[in-house]
C-alpha cells in the first residue's frame, strides 16, 4: 500500500501528536519528503521522537524510508491529494483539448516511414498488435478492428505472457505492431524484442524512449498530461490518428483485395439494421 493510503487509514488511531505531523504531511506533501527530520518536527510543532514513531507506524524501516515513500508520492502529482473541490466550469474545454494535443502532433509522423510501415503490413502474413494498459489496450484492438475490413490478418494481444508466447511464433517477415502512450512498456518490448529474433519486423507507435529503440520502423507521437485529472487523457487520440493514417495507407496499397471484403461487411451490416438507413459508418 502507497504512504499516503497509510497515512489516510491509520490517521484516526494516531496519537494527537504523531496526527498533528500526519495533517501536516499530507497537507504539503512535496515539502514533507524535502524536509529534515528538524525541520519536520519544528513544522508540526511535535518532538523528534514522534517522527520517529510516526515513520515505524506507517511500517517504515526509518524516517528515511518515510520521506523516500513520501517522494514516490509526491511525484505522482499534489493535485490527486488535495481535497479541494472541483467545480464543473473548471474543467477544460473537452474538444479543444483534443484539438490542441492533435495540433501538437501535427506533422510529427513522417510520410516515407508511413509507407514503409504499411509495405511491411500488406506483404507480411500476419501481424500481432501489443499493447499493455487502459490506453494502449484499447487502441490495439481497434487497430485489429481496422485491419480486419482491410484483408489484414492480425490479432490483438495484451496479456504479457501471451505477448511473449505469441511472439516466440512469429515466421520471418512477420510484423510486430507496439502500442505505447507511454514509450516505456517492458512487456511489450520484450516480446517485440523475442520476435526480433525470429525475423520479424517491428513496428512501433509510441513517444521516443527504450520501446521505439528496439522498433525497426517509428512512427512517433508525443503525449501531454494536463493538469486537470477528472477529465479522461486525449493522447489516446493522438495514437488512433496515426493507426487511422496507418490503416488510410494499407486500405490504398490493398485495395483490389480489400475492396470485395469492404462490400460484403457494408451489404451485410446493412442487412442487419435495413431501419437505419444506408449511409452510416462502415462497421461501427
Known amino acids: 500500500m502507497d504512504i499516503v493510503s497509510r497515512i489516510k487509514r491509520q490517521l484516526a488511531h494516531l496519537r494527537p501528536s504523531e496526527q498533528k505531523v500526519a495533517k501536516f504531511i499530507l497537507s504539503d506533501l512535496s515539502t514533507a519528503a524535502h524536509s529534515s527530520i528538524n525541520e519536520l518536527a519544528e513544522q508540526s510543532g511535535v518532538s523528534l521522537a514522534c517522527i520517529t514513531r510516526l515513520a515505524k507506524v506507517l511500517d517504515c524501516k526509518n524516517v528515511r524510508d518515510l520521506k523516500f515513500k513520501l517522494a514516490q508520492s509526491a511525484a505522482v ?22 484539438h490542441n494535443i492533435l495540433d501538437l502532433n501535427k506533422g510529427l509522423i513522417a510520410e516515407p516511414d508511413v509507407q514503409q510501415a504499411s509495405e511491411r503490413i500488406t506483404k507480411a ?27 489484414v490478418k492480425s490479432n490483438a494481444y495484451s496479456d504479457p505472457m501471451v505477448m511473449r508466447m505469441t511472439a516466440a511464433t512469429v515466421d520471418k517477415g512477420d510484423v510486430v505492431l507496439c502500442l505505447s502512450l507511454g514509450g516505456f512498456s517492458p512487456d511489450v518490448k520484450d516480446a517485440a524484442e523475442i520476435a526480433k529474433e525470429y525475423g520479424a519486423h517491428v513496428i512501433a507507435i509510441c513517444p521516443h524512449g527504450n520501446l521505439s529503440e528496439v522498433a525497426e520502423i517509428h512512427l512517433p507521437i508525443e503525449t501531454h498530461e494536463a493538469d486537470f485529472i477528472f477529465n479522461p487523457s486525449t493522447s489516446r487520440y493522438v495514437m488512433l490518428a496515426a493507426i487511422d493514417m496507418l490503416a488510410s495507407e494499407i486500405a490504398i496499397k490493398n485495395q483490389r483485395k480489400c475492396r470485395e471484403k469492404l462490400r460484403r461487411l457494408k451489404l451485410h451490416l446493412d442487412e442487419h439494421r435495413k431501419e437505419a438507413g444506408q449511409r452510416l459508418p462502415l462497421g461501427d
Open 77 to 98: 502529482g499534489e493535485r490527486y491529494i488535495s481535497d479541494k473541490v472541483v467545480d464543473k466550469k473548471d474543467s477544460p474545454p473537452i474538444y479543444q483539448a483534443i
Open 125 to 151: 502474413n500476419h501481424i500481432l498488435i501489443f499493447g499493455v494498459g487502459g490506453g494502449s489496450t484499447v487502441m490495439a484492438e481497434e487497430c485489429h478492428y481496422r485491419f480486419f475490413r482491410l484483408d
